[in-house]
């Protein structure tokens, strides 16, 4: 079904509101397009609340299932007309006492170092409560329950869902400020590029995977254990052998469950219910465990390291000590980035998915539906009815709403919807705290989201270079997650954009290359992380670079030519 198929795009709601091509990988399902706005602005305003950022809210809106979002500043635009710029904030801020109570919050948060408590709450207190409810509802089995108590555990997947993503977004600022300000000190000290600012971030997080300990124990058991050897060398298709593998007594068996329980129910690359899981794709999960055993990745701290020393001698002599304090809160707080990810919303939407996979079966044997994984395309009410009285979408009507999503693409929506946006705020206007903030936050979202205008020659693409280095290699050209299953060991991943979800192929791949994001996106993260090649933002590399070709791909240049 093509796009042209689709509604209008229209604005949902006043203001301008931007394409966001790079958290999701494809339009979303009604599901999740009811649950993800509401806690995404729940968390991610109370985040900016407690941080006194001017931004009240980030409006998020699905608009034919593709995600846009529209900022909502706090007050009115100022009139500056009769009142010097430096204290048009200060005459709003006394009469309106929400604005003085931000700004007064955002002049303790750089003394305060505010991050750092919320980086201790993460650790003891959210991610540890998140993990534990993941445990308990993943130790229930859907197939084992009456219709009624499928849907109260259904009902139980969706509101930790629900929990997770508000969690995800409350913890946006602590996980990005400090990376902002790192950026948009350095980018105010030197001439570097995001990408070569940001490089000294590489090796700070210890874990990309979310899940190191686990397959670390797991190679070293398999690598012990003759029979795990042997289920490996024989040609045994991928689903059996994982289940052959978790049956093995000792430590090889309880070492795989304990890596699948933690990956397994996650999507592959994608925060919805409607992307496949790990575990649904066991070829990938057998690739990743035997390209892990055969070495550990390559470590790129060392590689961080020069790249600190060779950016803070382009500081002036004056800002170095500043630079390293930067850096190193920067540094503290990186691994928060993708830890959102894998520690709140993936799992929960893993289990939410698996849940419904469990009605979906059900209602494809009573003939309700013809496809168990359709019903990821029905809204939580729909659903619900569908078991209860059978009425709801059709056969036909799922599958149709599968359809679109499957071949819907983000290139073919609309960038903007509604008036053009405004300036940004003059950070002259504020007070040197909030002024601060707000260039910090500025400087974060666009290494986000900013991606640069197509410069293709013939065959060669050009992006953002994420990490230095030149690879040759197959380029393997992905545009849904079901195709995840024809990467091999080694090729060049070639994608619209990754998410978290995505880190469990990490290990197969020799370079990244993508058509959207920044030098902060997910895939210019776990380049970096993983030392990889990576050049992400080049706008049309799906579309210009073929399938199977050899490719060529520069992390330093930012540069990708097929070579054969």
């Given amino acids: 079904m093509s796009i042209a198929a689709a509604p209008a795009f229209a604005p949902p709601g006043p203001g301008s509101w931007s394409l966001d091509a790079t958290h999701f990988t494809r339009p979303a399902t009604r599901f999740h397009a009811e649950i993800f706005p509401a806690e995404f602005g729940r968390g991610f305003g109370d985040g900016l609340?407690?941080?006194?950022?001017?931004?009240?809210?980030?409006?998020?809106?699905?608009?034919?299932?593709?995600?846009?979002?529209?900022?909502?500043?706090?007050?009115?635009?100022?009139?500056?007309?009769?009142?010097?710029?430096?204290?048009?904030?200060?005459?709003?801020?006394?009469?309106?006492?929400?604005?003085?109570?931000?700004?007064?919050?955002?002049?303790?948060?750089?003394?305060?170092?505010?991050?750092?408590?919320?980086?201790?709450?993460?650790?003891?207190?959210?991610?540890?409560?998140?993990?534990?409810?993941?445990?308990?509802?993943?130790?229930?089995?859907?197939?084992?329950?009456?219709?009624?108590?499928?849907?109260?555990?259904?009902?139980?997947?969706?509101?930790?869902?629900?929990?997770?993503?508000?969690?995800?977004?409350?913890?946006?600022?602590?996980?990005?400020?400090?990376?902002?300000?790192?950026?948009?000190?350095?980018q105010e000290w030197t001439s570097r590029t995001p990408a070569e600012i940001l490089a000294p971030l590489a090796g700070s997080s210890s874990d990309p995977l979310a899940a190191g300990e686990e397959l670390a124990r797991l190679t070293a058991a398999v690598t012990a254990d003759p029979e795990a050897r042997k289920l490996f060398g024989a040609s045994i298709e991928p689903a059996r052998l994982l289940d052959s593998l978790r049956a093995l007594p000792g430590p090889t068996g309880a070492a795989a469950a304990a890596y699948l329980d933690q990956v397994g129910w996650r999507p592959v690359n994608g925060e919805d219910v409607g992307d496949p899981c790990v575990l649904e794709m066991p070829g990938l999960v057998v690739s990743a465990i035997r390209t892990a055993a055969a070495g550990p990745p390559t470590?790129?701290?060392?590689?961080?390291?020069?790249?600190?020393?060779?950016l803070r001698s382009a500081v002036p002599p004056p800002h170095r000590g500043r630079f390293d304090e930067l850096l190193a809160e920067a540094r503290l707080v990186s691994r928060l980035?993708?830890?959102?990810?894998?520690?709140?919303?993936?799992?929960?939407?893993?289990?939410?998915?698996?849940?419904?996979?469990?009605?979906?079966?059900?209602?494809?044997?009573?003939?309700?539906?013809?496809?168990?994984?359709?019903?990821?395309?029905?809204?939580?009410?729909?659903?619900?009815?569908?078991?209860?009285?059978?009425?709801?979408?059709?056969p036909a009507e799922l599958a149709d709403r599968a359809r679109y999503r499957e071949h819907a693409r983000y290139s073919d929506a609309p960038p903007l919807l509604g008036p053009p946006p405004g300036d940004p705020l003059p950070p002259q206007w504020l007070p040197p705290a909030a002024a601060r903030l707000e260039r910090g936050l500025g400087a974060v979202v666009q290494?986000?989201?900013?991606?640069?205008?197509?410069?293709?020659?013939?065959?060669?693409?050009?992006?953002?270079?994420?990490?230095?280095?030149?690879?040759?290699g197959t380029a393997r050209v992905i545009h849904d997650v079901a195709e995840f299953g024809r990467l091999q060991p080694g090729d060049v991943l070639v994608t619209n954009a990754t998410t978290t979800a995505f880190n469990i192929v990490?290990?197969?791949?020799?370079?990244?290359?993508?058509?959207?994001?920044?030098?902060?996106?997910?895939?210019?993260?776990?380049?970096?992380?993983?030392?990889?090649?990576?050049?992400?933002?080049?706008?049309?590399?799906?579309?210009?670079?073929?399938?199977?070709?050899?490719?060529?791909?520069d992390g330093r240049a930012g540069e990708v030519a097929v070579v054969s």
């Avoid at 470590?299 to 060779?310: G, V, Y």
């Avoid at 849940?355 to 209602?363: F, S, W």
């Avoid at 986000?448 to 690879?471: D, E, K, N, Q």
């Fill in 49 to 186: 609340r407690r941080y006194g950022s001017l931004l009240e809210r980030l409006d998020w809106a699905f608009v034919n299932g593709f995600s846009y979002y529209c900022p909502r500043p706090m007050g009115a635009p100022p009139d500056v007309s009769d009142h010097p710029p430096h204290e048009v904030w200060e005459r709003i801020a006394a009469d309106d006492p929400r604005i003085r109570e931000r700004l007064a919050t955002s002049a303790t948060v750089f003394e305060r170092r505010l991050w750092r408590e919320d980086l201790r709450r993460w650790d003891s207190e959210v991610k540890p409560s998140l993990l534990a409810d993941h445990r308990v509802l993943l130790r229930v089995e859907p197939a084992a329950l009456d219709d009624a108590d499928l849907l109260a555990h259904l009902d139980r997947c969706r509101e930790h869902q629900r929990r997770a993503c508000y969690l995800h977004h409350l913890f946006n600022m602590p996980a990005l400020l400090p990376m902002g300000d790192f950026l948009a000190h350095c």
């Fill in 299 to 310: 470590a790129n701290e060392e590689w961080a390291a020069d790249t600190a020393a060779e």
């Fill in 337 to 394: 980035r993708d830890e959102r990810g894998s520690s709140a919303d993936l799992p929960a939407v893993g289990l939410t998915r698996r849940a419904i996979l469990a009605v979906g079966r059900r209602l494809a044997r009573s003939g309700r539906i013809t496809d168990p994984a359709h019903l990821v395309e029905a809204g939580y009410i729909e659903l619900r009815e569908l078991v209860r009285t059978g009425a709801g979408p059709d």
């Fill in 447 to 472: 290494a986000m989201f900013g991606t640069p205008a197509a410069r293709t020659v013939g065959r060669t693409v050009h992006g953002l270079g994420a990490c230095p280095g030149v690879y040759e």
């Fill in 506 to 553: 990490l290990p197969l791949l020799g370079a990244i290359v993508t058509d959207r994001g920044g030098a902060l996106s997910h895939a210019a993260i776990v380049a970096r992380e993983f030392a990889i090649p990576g050049v992400v933002g080049c706008t049309d590399a799906t579309a210009v670079l073929p399938d199977g070709a050899r490719v060529r791909v």
